[in-house]
């Protein structure tokens, strides 16, 4: 990844936390890291984020793990980006999701489709 690249998303990270109205101590405890380190980060003092922190740092800050890479959102089909969005703002759930069976899996979707034809009644 080029050093523009990464300026580019350091400057994205500072750029989110600060619209999310985020201090740097409420997004290291959202993220498991050090305040330093995310400073560091959104400084270009660290140049390399490892794809893990990425990780944590777009679930923590409501976007997709693209979202903050940069990449172009009009090469997403519309379900791409729903997912991806989905998956940030609620990645716990779909690594359940993720490990659950298929017969378990069936059963969260006629779980869904009663909630939302209760809702369409």
Request: proline content about 2%.
């Amino acid at each position: 990844m080029s050093e523009d690249e990464m300026r580019a998303i350091a400057q994205r990270v500072a750029d989110l936390r600060r619209e999310a109205g985020m201090s740097y101590q409420e997004l290291a405890d959202a993220t498991g890291l050090s305040k330093s380190t995310l400073q560091r980060y959104e400084t270009g003092d660290i140049k390399n984020i490892p794809l893990s922190k990425l990780k944590s740092l777009a679930s923590a800050l409501n976007v997709s793990p693209a979202e903050l890479m940069g990449w172009e959102d009009a090469e997403l089909s519309e379900n791409d980006l729903f997912r991806n969005r989905m998956q940030a703002e609620y990645g716990v759930l779909f690594d359940l999701i993720d490990k659950a069976s298929d017969h378990q899996r069936e059963l969260v979707e006629d779980l869904l489709r009663a909630f939302i034809a209760k809702d369409e009644e």
